[in-house]
Every structure is written in structure tokens, then in C-alpha cells.
């Protein structure tokens, strides 16, 4: 089937909606291939590039407002090896994780480990969420703050189960563009490509006193621990502005810049707002429409980041996205294993909302003209 030729007019100025990697502002591109090219190719261990680090990680904490107590720790790898890491150092017996996802379901299978009890496993169908509960020996409680995959999002507030029970968050999607209160968790980690508008490559978290504490007494206690997902190291290795092997120095450059135009122009209050303008306009244009109608039934459950949006039979939401595409306006697919009649689209900080409502006129174009 061809392509509906879509009006230059009702054109978004940026078609990227991709869920990750996320777009990257332009600013930031030719930033990097002024300036940031000047890094490039240089000693991740001399000060130009300890001195980035420590600027990020100084940024990150001003913008997710750190308690006292808490730092910011950065390792090679994304969240994957962030999940892997956690298994080897954070996880002292057991786990429960909450599974409403992809990305929820790959932490609990990386928990299933020899050395810890099988982890406590709390699943919910996709396009709903679970709560943690306290139980006796579970010593971490983890999900995701966002779940990228089917739109979900959850409320972060701290499990109270035994003592030393660590709180520990996937925020990779939610980063950045959902505002909590970070005393809620121990442990909030995530990679920048989503909305902190960068590049993949490393993994950042946020941990209080009690994880540290607990990363410390793993490592000491003789279990094995590959060097490369030592969070002992991770944590070692960022109180000197730097990671065990060289970073990925233009993800560290772009992000750079895009906290610095967050916290510019208002911080994590800001972006959240700005966030839920774009997603807002897609909730609001779904459920008033004959054919389509938000994947999140629960309202209190969709992400202001993430928007899944299923459509009837009447419509063929893949041709609708191969339409967009060729177009320009790329990457709103659903995810690929949900197998669902949908268009998933992110509504990263990166992003304009007056572009999303720009994709919204473009839809139904479309729409209107596939039949």
C-alpha cells in the first residue's frame, strides 16, 4: 500500500518519537562537534574529562535534589549491566521485583542466580502495574519507575520491610522527565539515552548511605564478583570522577548539556510538566476518539513519558506507522513483543509538545486517508 504524502504544514519540525534511543537536540550535536570533539580521543584519566564527570555527576544531584548522604555513581554498560551488577553486589539473599514489562521481567530473571533465594516475583498483566509488599527475608524490592514498554508507570514511595530492606528503582525511560521525591529510594539507577537526551553506553545511579553500606559489605564478604560489575569499584572509581574502563565520552558530553538546559530552565519540575503537556494531548485525542483508545486503562498508571495507544480493527496501526515513517515522523511501533494493534510514542523532554500535536494532526491525515 502506498504512502498517504503528508502536508508539509501539519508536519512535526522534528519527526523522532522513538522510546530509545531518545532524539537528541541539535544544540547538543553541533555542540559536540564544535567543543565536545576537543574530548574525543583523549585520556579518560587526565582532567578534561575527570572534570566532566565530576560536573555531571555534580548536575545530577542538583537535579534530582540528593539528600544528604546520597551519591552519584556511574559504571560502563547500561541498565542491563546494571541489572547484572546488582545481582553480584546489591542483592544480599533475596529479591522481590515487580514484573509489569519487558525491562521488569529481565531484573527478575537476572536475580535467579545460585548464590541468592529465588527471587519473590510479583507479575501483572502489560498495561497494568503491582505494588510491592513487605516479606520477611527480602532484602530488595525493585521495579520500574517507567516501564518502557507497555507505558506504565508507578508511584516510587519506600517499602518498609526489614531492616536494611534497600529500595531499588529502574528509572532508565522516567529519568529526568517524572518528578518523585529521591528519599524514597536507595537506589535509583538508569542509563541517559531516554529522557536525559544523550547517547547509550554507561549507566548512572543514585544511592543512599544504606546501599552504600550494603555495597560495601558485599564486596568484603568473599563472594565473587567479576571486576566489570563491581558496584564496589563503580563506587570507588566515581568518588574520583572517573569508571574502571574508559566512558563513553560523548554520552557523557550530551548529557552534559541537556542537564545543564533542564535545570536552565526549570529542573525536574519543569520537565515533568513538560512531559505531561505532550502526553496529555495524546491520552486526551485517544480517548475521544471512535478508534482509538489509551493501552493504560487505568488512568493513574500511564506514563506522562511514554504513550501507548491501541486502535480497533478498523485500523491498521502499522501501516499507519509505516505511513509516518516515510514521512519522516519515525519510530512510533509498538513494542515488539506485546504483538498489540498500536502506536507507541515518547514524549521525552527532548521533545516539543507543540511536535506532538503536530504527530496528532498527522495521524489522523493518515487515517483519514487509508480508509
Wanted: aromatic share 8%.
Amino acid at each position: 500500500m502506498a504512502h498517504v504524502l503528508l502536508p508539509r504544514e501539519i508536519l512535526p519540525a522534528d519527526g523522532r518519537f522513538g522510546c530509545g534511543p531518545s532524539k537528541i537536540a541539535p544544540a547538543h550535536l553541533q555542540a559536540l562537534a564544535g567543543p565536545g570533539s576537543a574530548l574525543l580521543g583523549t585520556s579518560h584519566r587526565q582532567a578534561p574529562v575527570k572534570d566532566l564527570v565530576g560536573q555531571v555527576r555534580a548536575e545530577l544531584s542538583q537535579l534530582f535534589r540528593l539528600p544528604h548522604g546520597y551519591e552519584v555513581i556511574l559504571g560502563n554498560g547500561g541498565s542491563t549491566a546494571f541489572w547484572d551488577a546488582a545481582a553480584f553486589g546489591l542483592i544480599e539473599k533475596r529479591s522481590q521485583n515487580l514484573v509489569f514489562g519487558e525491562f521488569g521481567g529481565k531484573f527478575a530473571a537476572a536475580a535467579k542466580t545460585p548464590w541468592l533465594e529465588a527471587p519473590d516475583v510479583r507479575k501483572a498483566d502489560p498495561g497494568t502495574s503491582t505494588v510491592a509488599e513487605a516479606v520477611e527475608g527480602v532484602d530488595v524490592y525493585a521495579w520500574p519507575h517507567n516501564e518502557t514498554s507497555t507505558g506504565v508507570s508507578t508511584p516510587i514511595t519506600r517499602v518498609n520491610g526489614d531492616e536494611g530492606a534497600l529500595t531499588v528503582i529502574d528509572a532508565t525511560s522516567a529519568a529526568g522527565g517524572i518528578d518523585f521525591s529521591v528519599h524514597q529510594a536507595d537506589v535509583y539507577y538508569f542509563a541517559p539515552q531516554k529522557n536525559l537526551g544523550s547517547d547509550g553506553g554507561l549507566w548512572f545511579a543514585l544511592v543512599s548511605p544504606a546501599a552504600i553500606e550494603r555495597i560495601e559489605r558485599i564486596a568484603a564478604s568473599g563472594r565473587y564478583i567479576p571486576e566489570f560489575l563491581s558496584l564496589k569499584n563503580a563506587l570507588d572509581n566515581s568518588r574520583l570522577n572517573q569508571t574502571l574502563n574508559t566512558p563513553a565520552l560523548a554520552t557523557l558530553f550530551l548529557l552534559d548539556k541537556q542537564l545543564d538546559w533542564i535545570l536552565s530552565s526549570g529542573g525536574l519540575q519543569w520537565a515533568d510538566a513538560r512531559t505531561r503537556e505532550s502526553s496529555r494531548a495524546l491520552y486526551e485525542w485517544a480517548e475521544a476518539s471512535e478508534f482509538a483508545t489509551p493501552f493504560v486503562a487505568d488512568a493513574a498508571d500511564r506514563s506522562p513519558v511514554v504513550v501507548t495507544i491501541d486502535f480497533d480493527a478498523s485500523v491498521d496501526a502499522a501501516a499507519v506507522a509505516k505511513s509516518l515513517r516515510a514521512n519522516g515522523i519515525v519510530d512510533t511501533e509498538p513494542y515488539r513483543k506485546l504483538g498489540r494493534n498500536q502506536l507507541r510514542i515518547a514524549t521525552f523532554v527532548s521533545i516539543d509538545p507543540d511536535d506532538v500535536r503536530q504527530l496528532i494532526r498527522c495521524i489522523d491525515y493518515t487515517l483519514e486517508r487509508l480508509g
